[in-house]
T-cell receptor, first 112, second 116 residues
Framework: GQQLNQSPQSMFIQEGEDVSMNCTSS?????WLWYKQDPGEGPVLLIA?????ELTSNGRLTAQFGITRKDSFLNISASIPSDVGIYFC????????????FGEGTQLTVNP | NAGVTQTPKFRVLKTGQSMTLLCAQD?????MYWYRQDPGMGLRLIHY???????AKGEVPDGYNVSRLKKQNFLLGLESAAPSQTSVYFC???????????????FGEGSRLTVL
């Protein structure tokens, strides 16, 4: 099946720093999504991308759908303590029907 | 508005015991899913359903069964629990993928299962 490689696996940063994480795939996706999971909660959608090259922002978060349709990145600017959590990328492609493929996740720790 | 509700939140089982996790959603979503989350492995799809009365296998279906007798409920069963099934289980629901809001899954808070 489809696999997503998400990196880095974990990040330890100081409050105020910018963060960047990315996902790559060996196959083409039609949709890239980024979710965040707070400790003890289920994941929540942050940003959805539907077109190659699309750049979308949600507050301090910016995500891009790679031009090759095989990658995506998420940037967080001026991190704050509540950014702590696990960030997942997910992809959907035409023949996957109702299924998403999730990356392994990036564990983000923000030190005040 | 409850969204997606999972019960129970925590459970400890002995090897060989059976149990059922219940997921309920009140958003009239067509699609429902069961994932398991293990450290460093992300979310892996166990089974899913595209409508009442239909179910399908995901990536890791072995050792699990599911049923969707009502549109709002999706049950995950373990017939004979094994230590390898120790995990956090998440239920999710969504509108039909391919329409507006493609990819937005609404997740429950998770059910932590330990098999001794």
């Amino acid at each position: 099946g489809q696999q997503l490689n998400q990196s880095p696996q974990s990040m330890f940063i100081q409050e105020g720093e910018d963060v960047s994480m990315n996902c790559t795939s060996s196959s083409i996706f039609n949709t890239w999504l980024w979710y965040k999971q707070d400790p003890g909660e289920g994941p929540v959608l942050l940003i959805a991308l539907y077109k190659a090259g699309e750049l979308t922002s949600n507050g301090r978060l910016t995500a891009q759908f790679g031009i090759t349709r095989k990658d995506s990145f998420l940037n967080i600017s001026a991190s704050i303590p509540s950014d702590v959590g696990i960030y997942f990328c997910a992809g959907h492609w035409e023949t996957s029907g109702s299924r998403l493929t999730f990356g392994e996740g990036t564990q983000l720790t923000v030190n005040p | 508005n409850a969204g997606v509700t999972q019960t129970p939140k925590f459970r400890v089982l002995k090897t060989g015991q059976s149990m059922t996790l219940l997921c309920a959603q009140d958003m009239n979503h067509e699609y429902m899913y069961w994932y398991r989350q293990d450290p460093g492995m992300g979310l892996r799809l166990i089974h899913y359903s595209v409508g009442e009365g239909t179910t399908a296998k995901g990536e890791v279906p072995d050792g699990y069964n599911v049923s969707r007798l009502k549109k709002q409920n999706f049950l995950l069963g373990l017939e004979s629990a094994a230590p390898s099934q120790t995990s956090v289980y998440f239920c999710a629901s969504s509108y039909r993928l391919g329409q507006t809001n493609t990819g937005e899954l609404f997740f429950g808070e998770g059910s932590r299962l330990t098999v001794l």
